[in-house]
């Protein structure tokens, strides 16, 4: 091994191997006595000061560098002499009006008996990795400000389930005063022990499968518990090696109430509905027969003794006899008239021969009522339970007001089937204006949302199709739940 005395002599001559070496190294290099006089000092180092190695050779480090890094160096090459260690300093400086980051090492070239004879100055150009570092710090602080202002909590963790970054949010679940303090940390360092055990089981499913997972789950937190929609991802490098995962949650407790909320207005709301209906139709029915028989009664009554009279009037009262006749007349008028709105409210027809018929009458008395064309369409042998039956009616009962009030029809038809699904089917088509999607969806169409509603409540569904100057169509499906006869 050659001796700092051998070095010395070495350096010294320009073709000696040590003086290759540092001519060929990438950093500058000088090497100064303890008088800081140059003994050595390599191409690279010199050009970067502006001249050749003979020009500085020989002179002092400080005159090479100027003021103040010549005194600054001066500091730390006395430094090294003193005390034989190796100086490392990074600094801020400018060459030649060029502001540069340095990184300097100062290295004590020793004798055997361990007296520092020179020191060499190894001076290398950081600027492009200060520079690179400052623009990745910037970067990160654009995307923690990001992560930082999400409402969602968002974490890093690597293939151990180590966090490598955390969000606020996330420090803050946790019980963690700043996100920095959860790096490093597993989740059973955060978290209680069984609920870290699942989402240590969540990353390894999700690391296995290489997909993203979503989770709803409840979560017991400090007494409270709380509902989170996870979504986890496996984070992969550019082979696809697995190098972590990453994940998000949002706490959607409120969310989750206001909807079960929403969900139990709306049963309540259609049980009301029901309710309505149910009792509607009941009163229907009372009126309807009690103006059948009650009044149906009293015209009887009323007619059997204009019979009566006109018997037994005196003869040549003309008078008495036209308005005997008159009467006899209005009274049968309004049997009629009793008997009409009677079965309107409720068609007797409906309880004693089934919906068929009923449909049947509906389809009769609408064409003559409004003069539209109508035809009907049942099957037969089927019999529907009284109450669905009921309902079916009325809907098709809706669905023909509207054909006379908003179709501007000339036909309709009425078909009433069971699909290949056992469901009983309404259809009302009419060849009118047809129906826009807006008139469908309006808020205020009550009529057409009452058929939903109804149709929803025995477990099916009321469709409404327009195409313009072509017509409507009704649709009602709803489980048939019937027999066939
Ligand atoms: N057969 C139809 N043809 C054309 N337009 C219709 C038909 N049925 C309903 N509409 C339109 O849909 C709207 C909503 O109907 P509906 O809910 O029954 O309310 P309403 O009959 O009280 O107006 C009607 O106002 C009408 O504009
Ligand atoms: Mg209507």
């Known amino acids: 091994m050659a001796t700092i005395g051998d070095l010395t002599k070495y350096l010294g001559d320009p073709d000696g191997p040590l003086t290759a070496v540092i001519e060929i190294f990438p950093d500058m290099v000088f090497v100064v006595d303890q008088e800081e006089r140059v003994l050595h000092i390599n191409t690279l180092a010199a050009r970067s000061l502006g001249g050749t190695p ?6 002092r480090q400080g005159t090479l560098f100027g003021h103040p890094w010549g005194e600054r ?31 300097a090492r100062l290295v004590p070239l020793k004798a055997a008996s361990g007296e520092v004879r020179a020191v060499v100055g190894i001076i290398r150009d950081v600027s492009a990795r200060v520079q690179a570092q400052e623009a990745l710090a910037e970067r990160e602080a654009y995307l923690r400000a990001m992560l930082d202002n999400f409402p ?7 293939v151990q389930g180590r966090f490598l970054a955390v969000n ?26 069984e609920l870290a055990q699942r989402y240590v089981d969540d990353d390894r499913s999700v690391m296995d499968t290489r997909k993203q997972k979503d989770v709803e789950e409840i979560v017991f937190a400090e007494g409270a518990s709380r509902w989170f929609e996870t979504f986890k991802t496996p984070v992969l490098d550019r082979r696809g090696n697995v190098l972590g995962t990453t994940g998000f949650a949002r706490d ?32 229907r029915v009372r009126i309807a027969r009690e103006i059948h028989d009650e009044l149906g009664q009293a015209l009887t009554c009323m007619s059997m003794d204009l019979g009566f009279l006109d018997k037994h009037l005196p003869r040549g009262n003309a008078e008495a006899a036209a308005r005997v006749s008159a009467l006899t007349t209005l009274v049968k008028e309004t049997v ?15 309880d004693d021969l089934g919906l068929g018929a009923a449909m049947e009458w509906l389809g009769h008395d609408f064409a003559t009522r409004t003069g539209i064309d109508c035809a009907v369409s049942v099957p037969s042998n089927v019999s529907v339970a009284a109450e669905r039956g009921t309902v079916v009616f009325r809907m098709c009962q809706e669905a023909l007001t509207n054909v006379a009030r908003h179709a501007g029809a000339t ?10 699904d056992d469901r009983l089917v309404l259809d009302v088509s009419d060849n009118g204006r047809g129906i826009t999607d807006e008139e469908v969806h309006r808020p205020d169409s009550l009529g057409l949302l009452g058929m939903r509603e ?14 313009p100057g072509q017509g409507t169509i009704v649709t009602v499906r709803v489980p048939f739940e019937g027999g066939k006869a």
């Open 73 to 103: 160096h001066s500091l730390f090459i006395q430094k090294v002499f003193r005390t034989g260690e190796i100086v490392v300093t990074e600094t801020h400086q400018e060459l030649h009006d060029t502001p540069l980051w340095i990184d």
């Open 252 to 283: 959607i407790t409120e969310r989750q109430r206001l909807d079960a909320e929403l969900r139990a207005q709306r049963e309540q709301l259609r049980a009301l509905a029901a309710h309505v209906e149910s009792v509607r139709e009941e009163e």
């Open 168 to 193: 606020q949010a996330f420090a803050r679940a946790c019980g963690r005063e700043r996100a920095g303090n959860v790096v490093g940390l597993t989740d059973f360092d955060v978290w209680p022990k």
């Open 54 to 59: 003979e020009q500085f050779i020989g002179r």
């Open 336 to 350: 009629q008239m009793v008997r009409r709105i009677s079965s309107e409210l409720r068609p007797s027809i409906l």
């Open 454 to 467: 109804r149709a929803a409540l025995l477990g099916g569904t009321a469709e409404v199709k327009g195409t």
């Open 152 to 158: 969602f909590l968002v974490w890093l963790k690597d």
């Open 411 to 420: 036909h309709v038809s009425i078909d009433l089937m069971i699909d290949a």
